[in-house]
C-alpha cells in the first residue's frame, strides 16, 4: 500500500525508541512461547491419551498390587475389548536423577493397546525371542547413548531379585519411536514372565490395567462395570479414563496452566503499558504534524488508520521475532536435561501468539489513534 | 472544477461570525464580515496579532466551519459540508504553506512533495513526475533526495510551496509564509508566489504582519475587531 | 574543579525542578511506576512458592534427629524394615530416653488416594502409620482440633495442610479404606513441616490394611544431642544383624526437596529475567521519552548555567525515585495476594502430595526492590547521559 511507506517512515524517526518498543514486545512474545512449550510439556499425555482407553487401579492407592488373574475377569465384561497390566518398576540407572519409567509387560498387548509405539519387525521379534529382553523409548536410548545389544543393570528399589541382590540386567533388543509428537518416548519395557521369575516377593501380583473399550462413548458406564465387578472383593478397583488419570497427576503437581497464564498475562499487560504510553507520547509529539495532514485533505479516520498502522508494524515486527526466537530455543531441548516428557511449541500456541499480536497492536494504538482522530486542525496546527 | 457563477468571484463569505468557546467564556474573533475574492487576486490580509487573520484564512480554506454565515469557494458551500467530504475536498481545491513549514521530518524533500498526492488515484509514477514538476517551479530539483534537517529555512519553505502546488489547486493559501525567515529568503518566497500569481493565474490569500511581502500583493485587506478595511487601523 | 558545595546544591535545586514537573508528566510517570510494579510482583511471587517449599522442608527437620531407612533406600515409600530391626536400632548408642524409652519412632508410609478440593481429580496424599514416640520425636506437634487417634481404632488424625488441600477430610468425616470407614477425629500442626500434609493414623491399624505384617519403612530417632550422630551412625553400620542407611533429618529433607526447588527456582529466574529484559527496555523507552519531552527545558538549565553532572543526577534521581516507587508497590502487592497462600505440589522423591505456603520472605520483598533500582537505575543512566551530552543550541532549538 502507499500509505506503508509513510507508516515505516515514521517509525524511523526516533530509531532508539522503535527499537526498544519492538525489543520489549519480542520478549513478552518469547516468554508466552517458551512457557506454552512448558506448559505443553506438563500437560502432555492428555492430549494424546487414547479415549477409547481407561487406567484401572487399586481403589485405596495406586502403590497398592492387584491380582494378575483380574484380566481375564475384566476381558469377559460387555464393553471390554482388551486388558493389559502394567507394573511400577522404580529402579535406578546409576543415579536417583536419571529418573525414566521401567515397567514390565506382555509384549503382544502392549503394541496392541499402544498402536502408537512404533517398532521394527525385527526389534519386535528380537524381543519376544529374549526372555531377559528391553525395548526403550527413542529419547532415553539417545540421552543415555545405549545401542541395542547393550547390557543395561537397573538397581531396584522395591523389588528384590530372587538371588537377594538389587542389581537387575537386562538387554537392549529394540528401539521404539512415538507415532506423534506429544506421544511419551521416554519409557523403558521388560518381559512380564522375566519379571514374575526374577523377583523375589509379590508373585501374581501387577501394579495396575490398562483396557480398551470397545465404544469411547460408553467409557464411563463401562468404567463403572469394572468397578463393581470387584466391589466388596479384598482388592476393589478404581476405573477411569487415561486422560482424566494423567489430568489427575498434573493437578497435583500445581495448576501449571493457571500459573503460566498469570505470568504471560502480567508481562502483556506491563509491555501494553508502555507500548501505549510510547505511542500516546509520540502522537502527541506530532501533533502539529498529524494537523497538518488532517489540513492537505487526510481524513479522520485516515490519520487514524496512520497511527493504528504503526501500532501494528511494531507489533508484527517485534511478535513475529518474539515467537521465531521462542521457536529456535524451544527447538534446543528439554531445559531440564530430559526430565520432561516431551518438549515443543504447539502450533496451536503459535496461532494464539500470531492472534495476540494482533490484539498488544489494537489494544496499545487505540486511545492514541482515536486522539488523532479528533485533532482539531486549527487548534493543532501552530504549535 | 466548475468557475463560480453570479459575480464572477472564486471565494464568497456572507455575513461570517466566528465565536471561540474558552472555558466558558466566549470570544467574538469575527462578526458580520463579507468577503469577495475574485479568480487570479493575490490578496494580503494585515493586522494586528489576535486579529482574527488566521481564523479567517482558515474559514476560506476549510480548515473551520463559520459560527454563522456561509463561505462559498468555486461555487461550493463548503460551509455545508461534512468533516469528511470537506477533507477530500480540500485534498482537491486547497493548496497550504504554513510559517513553519510543517514536513515531515522523516520524508525527503521529494516524498514530502508527494504527500497530497497520496489522497488521489494516480500511480506511483504519476506521483514521482509531478512532484519533480513542482519541485523544479520553485527551483529546488537539485535538493528533492535532502531531509528538511539538510535544508536552510527558505529551501524548506520552498519545499512546503511546492507541496501545495503539487495538486494543481483552485486557491493557494499561505499564512505568514515569510515570517520565519531572512529578507533574502523572503524576497525569494515571494518571487515565486507573485510568478505562480503572474503567470499562472494562481489565486493566492496571504497572511502576513510584514509590509514588504504584502506590497506584493494585488489588493491589501486589514482586519481589527473582527472587521475588514482597506486601510490600516492607527 | 568546582565548589562542591555548590555543585551539590546545583543537583539539588535540578532534581526538585525535575520533581514538580512530574505531576505534568502524569501519564509516562504512571507507566513506568506499574510497569515495574509488574516485574517486581511477578518475581515475587513467582520465587515466593521455591521459598515456601523450602520452609516446610526446613521446618520438618530437627537438629539432633536422625532417620534410618534400609540401605540403598532414598525414600521412605523404597525402604523396607521389619519389626525387629526397628527394635534393634532402637538400642542405638546416644537416643535420648524419656518415660517410654528410647524416643525411636517406627514408622510406615504409605499412599491414599483422594481429591483435590481445588479439581475434584485424585491426589496421591501421604498416609503415615506410627507408634506413640512419633509425637514425641517430632518437634512441635500439637492437636489444634478434635483429640488424637485411639490406638488400635479406626481413627485418623490429618495434618492442617492436608485438610485445606483434599476433600473429606473435615473433622467427623470418614474416609474409605478398602472395605472400612475411618473417622477424621483431630487436626495437628507440626511447625510447618511437612507432615501437616499427612494423614496419620496407628501403626498396628495401617500394616494389615495395606497387608504389611510387622513391618516398617523409617525408624525417626532423637539423639541427645547433633555431636552424638556419628557415634549412632557407625554403631548401627557396623551392626551385622542391621542393613541401613542413616541421615540426619535436615539432610534427608534437603535431598526430598533439591529437584522441585531447583525447577521451580530455575523456572522463576528465567522468567523473571525475560520480564527483566522487558521492563529495562520499558523503562528505557519511557526515560528516553520523558527526556525529550523535556529536551527544552533540560537545554534552558543548561544554558542559564547548570552543568551536566547535576543534569544527569537528576533524571537518574527522578527514575530510581519512580521504580523505587514501583519495586514497593509490587513487592505490596506479591505480599498482600500470595503470602501464605497455601498450595499443594508433587514430592517428586515420594510421588506423594506436598502441601506448603507460598512464603515471601523478607529477603525476596528486598530482591524485589533491589530488582526495581537495578531496572531504573539502567533505564535512567543512558537517557541522562544523552540529555546531558546534547548540544544546547540543537536542543533548544527543537520544538
Not at chain 1, 180 to 188: A, N, P, R, S, V
Not at chain 2, 52 to 61: E, F, H, P, R
Not at chain 2, 67 to 80: A, C, L, N, Q, Y
Not at chain 3, 373 to 383: E, F, V, Y
Request: hydrophobic share 45%; with cysteine; aromatic share 8%.
Amino acid at each position: 500500500m502507499k500509505y506503508f511507506y509513510l507508516v515505516w517512515c515514521n517509525l524511523r524517526r526516533k530509531k532508539l525508541r522503535t527499537l526498544l518498543t519492538v525489543l520489549s514486545i519480542l520478549v513478552a512474545f518469547l516468554l508466552f512461547g517458551y512457557l506454552a512449550a512448558i506448559r505443553q510439556a506438563f500437560n502432555a499425555g492428555i492430549d494424546v491419551a487414547g479415549a477409547d482407553r481407561l487406567v484401572v487401579r487399586h481403589k485405596i492407592s495406586i502403590i497398592q498390587l492387584l491380582p494378575e488373574t483380574y484380566e481375564s475377569r475384566m476381558e469377559q465384561i460387555p464393553g471390554v475389548d482388551n486388558a493389559m497390566h502394567m507394573t511400577w518398576f522404580g529402579g535406578i540407572y546409576q543415579k536417583p536423577s536419571n529418573f525414566f519409567a521401567q515397567m514390565p509387560v506382555e509384549p503382544e498387548e502392549l503394541f496392541d493397546m499402544y498402536p502408537e509405539y512404533l517398532i521394527s519387525d525385527e526389534h519386535k521379534k528380537a524381543w519376544l525371542d529374549t526372555k531377559s529382553g528391553v525395548i526403550a523409548g527413542r529419547q532415553i536410548a539417545e540421552r543415555f547413548g545405549w545401542k541395542v545389544g547393550d547390557r543395561i543393570p537397573i538397581q531396584a528399589t522395591a523389588w528384590t531379585h530372587k538371588s537377594g541382590s538389587e542389581t537387575w540386567e537386562f538387554d537392549l533388543v529394540g528401539i521404539y519411536d512415538g507415532a506423534e509428537k506429544g506421544t511419551d518416548d521416554t519409557q523403558f519395557f521388560f518381559r512380564y514372565d522375566f519379571f514374575e521369575e526374577s523377583r523375589a516377593w509379590g508373585s501374581g501380583l501387577v501394579g495396575w490395567y490398562v483396557v480398551r473399550v470397545d465404544d469411547p462413548q460408553k467409557a464411563a458406564e463401562t468404567a463403572a462395570t469394572i468397578d463393581a465387578e470387584f466391589a466388596n472383593s479384598p482388592r476393589e478397583t478404581k476405573a477411569e479414563p487415561e486422560g482424566a488419570f494423567i489430568q489427575g497427576f498434573a493437578n497435583q503437581v500445581g495448576n501449571i496452566g493457571l500459573i503460566i497464564m498469570s505470568i504471560v498475562a502480567a508481562a502483556f499487560f506491563t509491555i501494553l503499558l508502555v507500548t501505549g504510553n510510547t505511542m500516546a507520547y509520540t502522537v502527541y509529539e506530532r501533533t502539529s504534524e498529524l494537523a497538518m495532514l488532517k489540513a492537505i485533505g487526510f481524513s479522520d479516520r485516515g490519520v487514524l488508520g496512520l497511527v493504528l498502522g504503526e501500532s501494528f508494524l511494531l507489533a508484527i515486527i517485534g511478535g513475529s521475532l518474539g515467537l521465531g526466537l521462542a521457536w529456535i530455543l524451544v527447538s534446543m531441548g528439554d531445559p531440564t536435561g530430559g526430565t520432561l516428557p516431551v518438549f515443543f511449541f504447539p502450533v496451536k500456541d503459535l496461532l494464539l501468539g500470531i492472534v495476540l499480536i494482533g490484539l498488544m497492536a489494537l489494544t496499545a494504538g487505540i486511545l492514541p489513534a482515536m486522539q488523532a482522530q479528533r485533532l482539531q486542525i486549527a487548534d493543532a496546527i501552530r504549535r | 472544477m466548475s468557475d463560480g457563477r453570479g459575480n464572477g468571484l472564486l471565494v464568497n463569505l456572507d455575513s461570517v461570525d466566528k465565536v471561540f468557546k474558552r472555558g466558558s467564556e466566549e470570544i467574538h474573533v469575527l462578526g458580520g464580515l463579507n468577503l469577495g475574492i475574485p479568480r487570479g487576486e493575490f490578496l494580503a490580509l494585515m493586522g494586528p496579532s489576535g486579529s482574527g487573520k488566521t481564523t479567517l484564512l482558515n474559514l476560506v480554506g476549510g480548515l473551520d466551519r463559520p459560527s454563522e454565515g456561509t463561505v462559498e469557494v468555486g461555487g461550493e458551500r463548503i460551509d455545508k459540508l461534512s468533516d469528511r467530504k470537506l477533507a477530500s475536498w480540500r485534498s482537491r481545491h486547497v493548496g497550504l504553506v504554513f510559517q513553519f513549514y510543517n514536513l515531515l521530518p522523516v520524508l525527503t524533500a521529494q516524498k514530502n512533495v508527494e504527500l497530497p498526492l497520496l489522497l488521489t488515484n494516480l500511480s506511483r509514477a504519476e506521483r514521482v513526475r509531478h512532484a519533480a514538476i513542482a519541485l523544479d517551479i520553485v527551483g529546488l530539483s537539485h535538493r528533492a533526495k535532502h531531509y528538511p534537517r539538510q535544508l536552510s529555512g527558505g529551501e524548506q519553505q520552498r519545499t512546503g510551496i511546492a507541496r501545495a502546488i503539487v495538486t494543481d489547486p483552485t486557491i493557494l493559501l499561505c499564512d505568514e509564509p515569510t515570517g520565519d525567515l531572512d529578507r533574502k529568503s523572503s524576497d525569494e518566497i515571494l518571487d515565486i508566489l507573485q510568478a505562480l500569481n503572474r503567470e499562472q493565474g494562481k489565486t493566492i490569500v496571504m497572511v502576513t504582519h510584514d509590509i514588504h511581502a504584502a506590497s506584493r500583493a494585488t489588493r491589501t485587506l486589514y482586519l481589527n475587531k473582527g472587521m475588514l478595511t482597506t486601510e490600516p487601523e492607527e | 574543579m568546582a565548589n562542591p558545595l555548590n555543585w551539590f546544591s546545583q543537583v539539588v535545586s535540578v532534581t526538585r525542578f525535575n520533581l514538580r514537573t512530574l505531576p505534568q508528566r502524569k501519564g509516562s510517570s504512571a507507566t513506568a511506576i506499574f510497569g515495574i510494579a509488574g516485574v517486581v510482583a511477578v518475581m515475587v511471587s513467582v520465587l515466593s512458592i521455591g521459598q515456601g517449599i523450602l520452609r516446610t522442608m526446613e521446618s520438618s527437620a530437627a537438629p539432633e534427629n536422625v532417620i534410618v531407612l534400609r540401605s540403598g533406600a532414598n525414600t521412605e515409600m523404597m525402604s523396607g524394615l521389619s519389626g525387629d530391626s526397628t527394635n534393634i536400632i532402637a538400642e542405638g548408642p546416644g537416643i535420648t530416653r524419656n518415660e517410654a524409652g528410647a524416643m525411636a519412632s517406627p514408622e510406615l508410609f504409605v499412599v491414599i488416594n483422594l481429591p483435590m478440593r481445588s479439581t475434584g481429580t485424585d491426589a496421591n496424599v501421604p498416609m503415615r502409620g506410627v507408634r506413640p514416640q512419633a509425637f514425641k520425636v517430632r518437634k512441635e506437634f500439637r492437636i489444634v482440633e478434635g483429640r488424637n487417634f485411639g490406638w488400635g481404632l479406626n481413627e485418623i488424625i490429618v495434618g492442617v495442610g492436608a485438610k485445606l488441600e483434599f476433600a473429606g477430610l473435615d473433622l467427623g468425616s470418614s474416609i474409605e479404606v478398602g472395605q472400612e470407614l475411618w473417622a477424621v477425629v483431630g487436626v495437628f500442626e507440626a511447625g510447618g513441616g511437612l507432615a501437616e500434609s499427612e494423614i496419620w493414623v496407628d501403626a498396628a491399624v495401617l500394616q494389615p490394611a495395606y497387608r504389611r505384617g510387622n513391618s516398617y519403612q523409617a525408624v525417626y530417632v532423637k539423639l541427645e544431642s547433633r555431636e552424638a550422630f556419628q557415634n549412632f551412625k557407625d554403631a548401627l553400620s557396623t551392626d551385622p544383624r542391621l542393613n541401613v542407611k542413616i541421615q540426619r533429618e535436615a539432610e534427608y529433607y534437603a535431598s526430598q526437596s533439591t529437584m522441585i526447588y531447583n525447577l521451580i527456582t530455575g523456572l522463576g529466574t528465567l522468567i523473571a529475567v525475560m520480564m527483566g529484559l522487558a521492563a529495562v527496555f520499558g523503562a528505557l523507552n519511557t526515560m528516553y521519552t520523558a527526556v525529550s519531552s523535556r529536551a527544552r527545558e533540560i537545554a534552558t538549565l543548561r544554558a542559564l548555567g547548570f552543568r551536566s553532572g547535576p543534569v544527569i543526577l537528576s533524571v537518574l534521581a527522578e527514575s530510581l525515585l519512580l521504580s523505587l516507587a514501583g519495586g514497593i508497590i509490587g513487592a505490596a502487592l506479591a505480599y498482600l495476594a500470595f503470602d501464605g497462600f497455601r498450595a499443594a505440589t508433587l514430592n517428586w522423591s515420594s510421588f506423594s502430595a506436598m502441601t506448603f505456603s507460598f512464603d515471601v520472605s523478607p529477603e525476596l520483598l528486598v530482591q524485589g526492590i533491589i530488582l526495581a533500582m537495578l531496572i531504573g537505575m539502567i533505564g535512567g543512566l543512558l537517557p541522562a547521559i544523552r540529555a546531558a551530552r546534547q548540544p544546547v543550541a540543537t536542543a533548544l532549538r527543537e520544538l
